[in-house]
């Protein structure tokens, strides 16, 4: 096979990222645009060491899944993946995603996986990160494009909120004397409030919006993380909760973010202790935690690699519920251990990384095993999955 050759294919997979998975001559093929099980001719763009490129030419014949992109930016956006597929056929992508990762990374058998989809799959994402483009003096909004290089002036984002999009163009006025910012980051509540700030000046900085979780509010700082589907927030924590264990005395809440988890669960717990990194996100949880009177929560400011064996140390002989909620990149080897000196109770692992999800578990297989998993589809029509893991100690 050369560059430049035209080839028919048979795609097999969806590879973690949303790419479609062919093999021909032996040799595994990637080419955007195409969906397991259609057979579609393609032209050769691209050899690597142990793997070829191509570039959808027609499709011959078409998936079931096959829907037409709701996006006029679709196929050069980088944002969505998905568009093109029906969102029955994207659950079921992710999860077969989910199943390969963990058992080609983790070494692991995955229990059957439970999916829960998103009631609403256009217009659910309250947050988004935008790149700065400047053109004829103006400064214009955008997202990286799909190739991974050059950007993609955006007027409307189809997963971005009804808020957000009213505002990317007012936004954009206020950012044209910010010549030097390249990324901005727009967050909307429920009340139709916006929040926005730049890598280069927090423009509302000092500010705090407030998300309400199942009733309860959480304040959150400009900067700071929180959800980003409020819908399947509520899903997430209703998930979270019924894996918890009814015997467990201690909540440790690990990467507590505002306190999302702390808030929530705290009634269920003796005691709750929360460990964030991030300065501004545990001042907050502290406060949402004392906005409902919740007395029984410790906030450890900090590292969690650095502060889970002194967290577990706190209550040595109560039983501990450990929520682990990792940002993209997973656990610290330094937490891995920490976890793996223990026999904890019940370990629940909320992951927006199936890959980082599935090195992890395999760490910590010597010492645990996996009960359940969820697929809870928190980024519909992107290659992203939000996974929950619920392990206990191996006898
Ligand atoms: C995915 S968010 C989860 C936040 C929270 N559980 C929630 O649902 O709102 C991950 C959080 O971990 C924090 N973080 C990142 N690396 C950390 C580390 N090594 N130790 C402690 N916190 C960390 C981030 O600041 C962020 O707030």
Known sequence: MNRGDTVELKIESFA???????????????????????????????????????????????????VKSPCPYFSECGGCQYLHVSYEGQLEAKKKQIEDLFTRLGKIASPPIKVLGSPEPLHYRNRVKMHLLKRDKKVLLGFKGAT??????????????KTINENLTPI????????????????????GKVDFWTDKLALSKGTTLME???????ETPSGAFFQVNPAMTDTLTREVE??????????????????????LFADKFQAVLGIEQDQDSIRWARKNMRAYGITSGI????SVESNLERALANNPDKKHSVILDPPRDGLHRDAVRALCRKKIHQIIYVSCNPSTLAR??????????????TLVDMFPQTMHSEVIACLKPAL
């Not at 991974?148 to 909120?161: E, F, P, R, S």
């Not at 201690?250 to 505002?258: R, S, T």
């Not at 992890?360 to 998993?373: E, F, R, W």
Request: aromatic content about 10%.
């Open 212 to 218: 309400k979780v199942r009733g309860k509010a959480f």
């Open 16 to 66: 973690f990222g949303g790419d479609a998975i062919a093999r021909h001559e032996g040799w595994v093929i990637f080419l955007q645009g195409a969906l397991p099980g259609e057979t579609v001719s393609a032209e050769i763009t691209e050899k690597r060491a142990k793997f070829y490129k191509a570039k959808l030419l027609k499709v011959l014949k078409p998936s079931p899944h096959r």
């Open 148 to 161: 991974g290089k050059g950007l993609v002036q955006v007027d409307h984002c189809m997963i971005a909120n």
């Open 172 to 191: 954009a006025g206020q950012l044209q004397k910010l010549r030097r910012a390249r990324t901005v980051h727009i967050r909307s509540n429920a009340e």
């Open 360 to 373: 992890d578990l395999g760490l910590l297989s010597s010492t645990y095993k996996l009960l359940g998993v």
């Open 299 to 302: 906030f450890y400011e900090g």
């Open 242 to 263: 019924s894996f918890l264990d009814k015997d467990s005395q201690v909540l440790i809440d690990a990467y507590c973010g505002v306190g999302l988890f702390s808030v």
